[in-house]
């Protein structure tokens, strides 16, 4: 991630945090970012100087109408200091802040195989007890783990595979 940002995801959760509305914020970016993703040349349009300020800044408005005030406020300083195509990762460090002080946390669950809701259940149940924090969970299918799975949470991996294990043993039998 880019130190800018770094630095501009924590100003507007700093400013969050001080209107309380770390939540609102949070729900208000997950828009944004689902909007810029499904139109990809919106980012292009606000980043090109070709098209006047008072333009972009309207354009802005309308797009996200609707959403807490500094958060469009937020969308327009970033264009206005051509810092737009930065808002993915300020929004990413904006997110990994408001989890953590929500009392929450994201972890990606890897498998070989769709794991059914009693096992969703009972992994993510594991999950909280060690990071004492409820779960976002993200599961994602990895054939390649053959078998058992492999979870991704606060920094750390906790690989239970058969892919892992396999290699452990291939390691050992080398030494």
Same mark, same amino acid.
């Given at each position: ?8 995801? =924590? ?9 309380? *509305? ?37 354009? %802005? ?7 807490? =005030? ?13 810092? %737009?195509?930065? %808002?993915?990762? *300020? ?28 096992? /969703? ?14 779960? @976002? ?12 799975? /492999? ?19 291939? @390691?050992?039998?080398?030494?």
């Amino acid at each position: 991630m880019v130190q800018t940002e770094r630095e501009y995801g =924590e100003a507007l959760f700093s400013l969050a945090l001080e209107e309380s *509305c770390v939540k609102e914020y949070l729900e208000a970016l997950s828009s944004v970012r689902q909007v810029l993703c499904d139109n990809p040349d919106y980012i292009e349009f606000l980043a090109s100087p070709a098209i006047p300020m008072s333009e972009r800044r309207i354009a %802005i408005e309308q797009a996200f109408c609707g959403m807490p =005030e500094y958060v469009v406020s937020f969308i327009q300083l970033l264009c206005e200091s051509s810092r %737009i195509r930065y %808002i993915f990762g *300020c929004i990413e460090e904006f997110d990994r802040l408001a989890t953590s002080a929500l009392g929450r946390t994201a972890a990606e669950i890897y498998s070989a195989v769709a794991l059914s809701d009693d096992q /969703k259940k009972k992994v993510c149940e594991r999950i909280e007890r060690l990071t004492d924090k409820s779960v @976002d969970p993200i599961y994602i299918i990895d054939e390649s783990l053959i078998g058992g799975i /492999k979870i991704e949470v606060d920094g750390m991996t906790l690989d239970g595979s058969l892919k892992h294990r396999l290699s452990e043993i291939k @390691d050992v039998m080398n030494s």
